[in-house]
């Protein structure tokens, strides 16, 4: 259709032509290609029978992409930024010609490696915090966690103020567009919720739905190339908006189709829309997935109960999430659906493979692994001295393998150096498959101090690999319970140290230890699966 | 949508009963979902009865190192339920027979007392009968100054402020809310304190048509005047923990006038000075006794 080749929605056709050839001064990747295209829809939505002249700039350094913001209506732009190419579109869908022309800036933002870092707030103080953070990570983290303690107890005590309910209005007739469902993600990088909801983007093509994803977090959206996008209308949101863009750039896509579900993962901007939706598109339903119950500050799960009464039903994945909606927040249980992703990253339950083998630990080295993206929830510092206290004791008795990369990575791989644990600890980045490092691991120790239900257990129990947690979560609900071990970091490590010192003396307990883990995995299996949940309702969207 | 109903059974030394409740509580209509029995470490046969029980498919026996009382019974069994996935608790002593239809009336009962009431509603409980058909007059559950507020609609239904661990049956989410009952109470007042716990969030409702029979050797309720050298040990239980309970959950009065009521019982049954000084330290004990609610862990 285009010059760039720009990616089509599979249905419904492009939302917009091109009216002024491309002048490309630099060549763009196809992540570039796939941001243009989303800033392209939004832009050419928000000004219907507008030609839209568009000036593309690629930015030096850590800056995010400008796709949708006010900053885009501004033709000047910061000295950082180049300019690669421009060109012009036009909204389709126009009986008439064009009524006049404007003028935006899409930046593509700067390169997705320096993207990747970690969220610096700005201001002083939080300079200083994260020099604290950066020096003394466990003394920081214990503080923390006393800080959590107090959240969780406030929260726990406290009922969460809910929009009021209004009746569902009337359902508006069926449209003949095409049908779509509408996903709201955080953004498209690595994350087990991610990882859901790209999954459900695949399924709701499946169903013959046009999946269309807005994202509402800065981000290089590195997966933006990912498979699962093919065909999809994917728009990155970059705030802020303008109040009469949101709600043209959404009735827009009312319009141009019938949008038969609305399904929110982790998406501030579309949830608090949710209500405007309802209002004005009483036929779609309006649905969420949510993952993790965020103790320190509410997260997606306090929004989506502030939201209740506009919401159809709540996906969870983790039964500590059913029980706090239903059981704490008083949700009726039918409008809750439990419906687990222990089957995401594994295929099946299978037997636990002998990963010790017939030679057992005692005759080689104890493997002790962490798997993981290096950031403050995981707690990677915390492994590191683990491991360091380990081979203290046991020598050359056992081994650890730290694999993953993010935001803390450059201060991790300075402390691992700083402690000597060069030769004791075994650095692999995410280039290496998480499989192998489980193939060769017996024990997995998680350290993060919060989480759902994380998807490495099912790999691991998989793997048979033997899984040691802090009890944060729902990860009761696939650890043994004698290997759960407080979120605070000096219980944590004094613990975890005892019981890796006495699995690697006592192989009988591990192998027991394993054994129970598969049955409770299994257990968690057995109930109802996201997957199948899913299908049904977009089944039921598309019929 | 539906339950996943739990009966909790705890027992210690009640081999000739144990039998009949399991059959009684696996006859009912409506089906529980699993049983989990919680042996206190008898020391009798008991082994041998549950023994007969091992390889039925919903029942899970715990067999534990040490005898906890029933209150520590109890919370391990609920929890054990909890942890399972159940949605509603039903629990019982090893000496109660729930009638026909006990668990189903139950269900029911509670069910339209909360849609009657417009809110949830934290336990329910049968009517508990001697075994000659009398009221148990140690099972009495206590209404409500409001009492009557359902009966007056037509439901069997009766408002509670307590009832004792004799066919009752909570929902999940308030265990969820308030915990387990109290371990350390080892026995007696733990089902009162607990249920009392729980009417924070609204009263209990006791179901007039669920009715089961507590096998009690005689049918009398609980009198300080009763106290001799045979049953003082459950005395000294009884007076620590409900003088705990009042001092610290409800306020120092309430101690008080607990010590007066205990004092004229005493007194009124000319109760031995030996044994009044004994419970008089247990009450001293119960105030410096504070437990704490635990909360089990979701596991399904």
């Known amino acids: ?543 | 949508m539906t339950l996943d109903v739990a009966a909790v059974v705890v027992t210690f030394n009640r081999a000739d009963k144990l039998g009949r409740v399991l059959d009684d509580v696996l006859a009912q209509e409506r089906p529980v979902d699993r049983v989990v029995v919680v042996d206190n470490a008898s020391t009798d046969h008991t082994a041998e009865v549950l023994a007969r029980y091992a390889d039925h498919p919903k029942i899970e026996i715990m067999v534990l190192p040490e005898n906890t009382g029933g209150a520590g019974g109890f919370a391990t069994g609920m929890a054990r339920a909890y942890e399972q996935g159940a949605d509603v608790v039903w629990i019982m002593d090893d000496d109660c027979y729930p009638h026909p239809g006990a668990v189903g009336a139950l269900l029911h009962g509670h069910a339209a007392a909360e849609d009657r009431m417009g809110m949830r509603l934290p336990f329910a409980c049968s009517v508990v009968q001697w075994s000659n058909g009398d009221i148990c007059e140690m099972n009495n559950a206590e209404p409500t100054w409001d009492w009557a507020k359902l009966l007056v609609h037509g439901q069997q239904n009766v408002l509670v402020n307590s009832c004792s661990f004799v066919s009752v049956l909570f929902p999940r989410w308030a265990i969820t809310q308030f915990g387990l009952p109290l371990r350390e109470y080892f026995i007696w007042f733990d089902d009162q304190e607990y249920t009392r716990r729980l009417i924070a969030a609204g009263p209990g409702v006791q179901v007039l048509n669920s009715t089961v029979t507590h096998d009690l050797g005689v049918n009398r309720g609980v009198n300080f005047g009763d106290v001799n050298d045979g049953n003082m040990w459950k005395f000294e239980y009884g007076v620590r923990n409900e003088a705990s309970y009042r001092w610290h959950r409800e306020d120092p009065f309430a101690a008080a006038r607990f010590a007066q009521r205990l004092w004229q019982g005493l007194a009124g049954g000319n109760v031995p000075w030996r044994l009044r000084k004994r419970l008089a330290k247990k009450f001293v004990e119960g105030i410096r006794f504070d437990p704490q609610p635990t909360f089990p862990r979701t596991v399904l």
């Open chain 1, 1 to 543: 259709m285009n010059g760039l080749d720009l990616p089509e929605p599979h249905q419904g056709g492009p939302l917009f032509t091109i009216t002024t050839e491309p002048r490309l001064f630099s060549p763009l990747d196809e992540r570039e290609r796939r941001l243009l295209a989303g800033a392209l829809t939004y832009q050419a939505l928000v000004h219907p029978g507008v030609d839209v002249r568009v000036t593309i700039t690629r930015a030096n350094g850590s800056t995010p992409p400008s796709l949708t913001d006010q900053a885009t209506q501004r033709v000047e732009w910061p000295d950082h930024r180049q300019v690669v190419g421009t060109l012009g579109v036009l909204s389709t869908g126009q009986d008439t010609p064009p009524t006049g022309t404007k003028d935006v800036v899409v930046d593509l933002g700067g390169p997705v490696e320096q993207l990747s870092g970690l969220v610096r707030l700005p201001g002083r103080l939080n300079a200083v915090r994260n020099a604290v953070r950066a020096r003394v990570p466990v003394a920081f983290d214990a503080l923390r966690q006393r800080q959590t303690d107090r959240f969780e107890n406030r929260r726990l005590s406290r009922p969460l103020p809910r929009i009021g309910a209004f009746e569902r209005p009337e359902h508006t007739a069926g449209s003949a567009q095409p049908p779509a469902v509408l996903f709201g993600m955080h953004w498209l990088e690595l994350g087990g919720a991610e990882r859901w909801a790209a999954e459900t983007v695949r399924m709701a093509r499946d169903a013959g739905l046009q999946p269309i994803v807005v994202t509402d977090r800065d981000s290089a959206h590195p997966d933006v190339v990912r498979d699962v996008f093919d065909g999809a209308l994917v728009i990155p949101l970059t705030h802020p908006m303008t109040s009469d863009d949101e709600s043209t750039f959404l009735r827009a896509l009312f319009d141009r189709y019938d949008i038969r579900g609305v399904h929110v993962h982790h998406c501030t901007w579309l949830y608090q829309r949710l209500p405007w939706i309802r209002a004005q598109f009483p036929g779609t339903r309006l649905v969420d997935s949510l993952h993790v119950l965020e103790w320190r500050t509410g997260g997606f799960v306090d929004i989506a109960l502030r939201l209740s009464n506009v919401i159809d039903e709540h996906h969870v994945i983790s039964p500590q999430l059913r029980d706090y909606l239903v059981d704490r927040q008083g949700l009726s249980r039918s409008k809750v659906t439990l419906a687990t992703l222990a089957d995401l990253t594994v295929t099946a339950v299978d037997q636990p493979h002998d990963a010790i083998g017939d030679d057992g630990p005692a005759d080689r080295p104890l493997t002790v692994a962490f798997v993981g993206r290096f950031t403050q929830q995981k707690r990677p510092y915390l492994f590191l001295r683990l491991a360091q206290t380990l081979h203290r004791q046991l020598g050359d008795r056992v081994r650890f393998v730290m694999h993953g990369d993010g935001e803390l990575g450059d201060e991790v791989r300075r402390d691992h150096a700083r402690r000597g644990l060069q030769s004791v600890v075994e650095m692999r980045t995410p280039s290496t498959p998480v499989s192998t490092t489980l193939e060769e691991a017996d024990l997995l120790v998680i350290c993060s101090d919060n989480e759902g239900v994380t998807l490495t257990s099912f790999e691991a129990d998989a793997h048979g690999v033997l899984v040691i947690s802090s009890d944060v979560g729902s990860q009761a609900s696939v650890v043994v319970e004698d290997l759960l071990v407080p979120r605070h970091p000096g219980p944590l490590l004094a613990q975890t140290t005892d019981l890796v010192v006495d699995l690697a003396r006592d192989p009988d307990r591990l192998a027991a230890l394993r054994a129970a883990q598969h049955d409770k995995v299994a257990a968690f299996a057995a109930l109802p699966r996201a997957r199948d949940w899913t299908r049904d309702l977009y089944e039921r969207w598309n019929s």
